[in-house]
């Protein structure tokens, strides 16, 4: 008789299968297998909703409704002409130029809300250029992923660690977290340009073309500009300090959300039409897939084996928790994991297994963040960012991701083994 646990599994592989063959929407398709766990009882319905991140919904519809108000402002349109003229009209110094200003700004502020405000600019420069977005949107994905290891509000699993882990603080976070980010952004992005250069070509009359139109002509400006603006500015500080006066994202996001919708008076319809929500319910149905997979027990076996074949051996548990993490990380959800790592880990130091707890975290939290980069599911920005691309008609495709970026991946977690190995022991 299959049990609980090889059911759940067996659901999971399904449901990636056919997530991956793209012959289904994939949307109905998590929901599909969200579903198939309640049906054959591996969860209740009020267990699938408590494994449903709210404020991870909530951060992406608000800001999916503030960048979709900005949007009629032409501030996108503003700032990819500005791009192309930093880059000299030159697709290739474009996209370093884009992969690092997402990579920083994923650091400070959260990478899925770095990806929402880029993604857009992306979208009219390659209009413009005449050139697919794709190569740029598998790029920003991966530097989101990697400029969000890099700060303890840069990405949920490093929210989650400092959380639960109160000495460590931003600045702690920085400075152990900051330098190998650095290294793997340095490493990745020359990759990157090796196997885009001869896709991102335009020829002399485009440059010059692109090089003559003026940046300012595209602004609209009027109240709805400042008005915009200065809500986003506000968001922005919110995210900074959401931790100072105890806010979540979410709170934040659909704060500044509802107040633009008070100033501009926006019909609300059309508001929400701004919403992807084929992209929230995929959230949805992937939420209660692993939730599946959390209570039946298959993410804390995968946990708790990691920490005792280990036998105490903090290099190797350190390495260890680094990979599993990121292989796992890849394919589900990086929440749950990181939420069933954290209290074992804790329970190996209150038993005297380990005395020194800090290379742990960090493994945890590299392997967790760049391990996202794995798969088009892995983390919450590359599920953005695939639902903008497939709304405007430029479909990813998960294979294509995956031939890219999981190799990108497995080298960042190389480089992450070599450095926690030379830091710490």
Known sequence: MIGKMELATGIFLLTYALIVAEKLPRTAVALAGGLAMILLG??????????????????????????????????????????????????????????????????????VTTVLLVAPVTFTLCREMGISPIPFLISEIIASNVGG??????????????????????????????PVAIIV??????????????????????????????????????????????VLALTILGFFLHQVFHIESATIAMGGAVLLLLLSRIDLEEAFHTVEWGTIFFFVGLFVLVGGLVETGVISRLAQWTLT????????????????????????????????????????????????????????????CLGGNGTLVGASANVIVAGMAESQGKPIGFLRFMLVAFPLMLLSIVISHIYITWRYF
């Open 42 to 111: 591996l969860e209740t319905q009020e267990q699938g909703l408590h494994h449903v991140d709210f404020n991870t919904l909530g951060l992406l519809i608000g800001m999916m409704i503030i960048v979709g108000i900005i949007r009629k402002t032409g501030v996108f349109e503003y700032l990819a002409l500005t791009s192309v003229r930093l880059a000299k009209g030159r697709p290739l110094a474009l996209l370093v130029y884009l992969s690092l200003l997402t990579a920083g700004a994923s650091a400070f502020l959260d990478n």
């Open 309 to 368: 074949v280990t036998s105490g051996e903090t290099e190797l548990a350190a390495g260890l928790i680094l990979w599993v993490a990121a292989l796992a990380s890849a394919f589900v959800d990086n929440i749950p994991f990181v939420a069933t790592m954290i209290p074992l880990i804790k329970e190996v130091g209150l038993s005297g297994g380990i005395a020194n707890l800090e290379p742990l975290w960090w493994s945890l939290a590299l392997g967790a």
């Open 149 to 178: 290891t890099a700060t303890l509000i840069g990405d949920p699993p490093n929210i989650m660690i400092g959380s639960a882990v109160k000495e460590l603080s931003f600045l702690d976070f920085m400075l152990h977290l900051g």
């Open 185 to 230: 952004m340095a490493v990745t992005l020359p990759i990157l340009v090796l196997i885009y250069r001869r896709q991102l070509v335009i020829d002399e009359e485009t440059r010059q073309r692109l090089l003559q139109l003026d940046p300012a002509r595209e602004l609209k400006k009027g109240p709805l500009l400042y008005q915009s603006l200065g």
